[in-house]
């Protein structure tokens, strides 16, 4: 579950950004959000390029032989 957390520790992290730029018209927290959504959408592919390698590597199961 360390995957799981680290994505939630990423979102909670800009939470403060956005209240700044969405509620008090902050724009340096809008640059923030956006590099932090940047980030966000670099690890999501890092976890999905993990998840499929992972995947792959499990060994298919051997195929039935026909009787």
């Known amino acids: 579950m360390k995957r799981f957390d680290e994505i939630k520790n990423l979102i909670m992290s800009m939470e403060d ?22 980030d966000m959408k670099n690890w999501a592919q ?12 499990k060994a298919a199961p051997p195929a039935k032989k026909k009787k």
């Open 17 to 38: 950004d956005f209240v700044k730029f969405y509620d008090k018209d902050n724009q340096a927290a809008g640059t923030r959000v956006r590099k932090g959504l940047q």
């Open 46 to 57: 890092t976890v999905r390029t993990e998840v499929q390698n992972m995947k792959n590597s």
